[in-house]
């Protein structure tokens, strides 16, 4: 029997976020249709790993200078095991395309996040 749309997007926010949007300000409707279609269909597709799509998700989060979202998906690319360096390369060069200040602010945003998640880990050792 194959996974419903919702247990393969819950799937992917465990992987990604450690957990769902259980406890999210969205309305319900709108919080099904990030875990069905956004987590269920579309980072289900077969052209792009898991690990490139948080990438491109990253990068235009970038671009669009979403610091908010940042956060989330910058955690989640670490959950995914993507290095730091990566991340660091990958707001290099969105800062040529997208404009440097966006990339300023992102560099932010992933020190912030790299330090909160290194303090996490320290905590629960």
Same mark, same amino acid.
């Given at each position: 029997?194959?996974? @419903?749309?919702? /247990? %393969?997007?819950? +799937?992917?926010?465990? &992987?990604?976020?450690?957990?769902?949007?259980?406890? @999210?300000?969205? !309305? !319900?409707?709108?919080?099904?249709?990030? #875990? /069905?279609?956004?987590?269920?269909? #579309?980072?289900? &597709? !077969?052209?792009?790993?898991?690990?490139?799509?948080?990438?491109?998700?990253?990068? #235009?989060?970038?671009?669009?200078? &979403?610091? +908010?979202?940042?956060?989330?998906?910058?955690?989640?690319?670490?959950?995914?095991?993507?290095?730091?360096?990566?991340? /660091?390369?990958?707001?290099?060069? #969105? +800062?040529?395309?997208?404009?440097? !200040?966006?990339? +300023?602010?992102? @560099?932010?945003?992933?020190? /912030?996040?790299?330090?909160?998640?290194?303090?996490?880990?320290? %905590? @629960?050792?």
């Amino acid at each position: 029997m194959s996974e @419903s749309k919702a /247990e %393969k997007g819950m +799937a992917t926010l465990q &992987r990604l976020f450690g957990a769902g949007v259980r406890g @999210s300000t969205m !309305p !319900p409707a709108f919080a099904q249709m990030t #875990v /069905e279609h956004l987590f269920g269909e #579309v980072w289900q &597709r !077969p052209g792009l790993a898991l690990e490139e799509r948080s990438l491109v998700t990253c990068a #235009v989060l970038l671009a669009l200078g &979403r610091e +908010a979202e940042q956060k989330i998906h910058f955690r989640g690319a670490r959950n995914l095991g993507i290095p730091r360096a990566k991340l /660091e390369e990958l707001l290099i060069h #969105v +800062a040529h395309y997208a404009g440097w !200040p966006v990339s +300023a602010s992102g @560099s932010r945003v992933l020190d /912030e996040v790299w330090k909160a998640m290194d303090a996490e880990a320290a %905590k @629960s050792s």
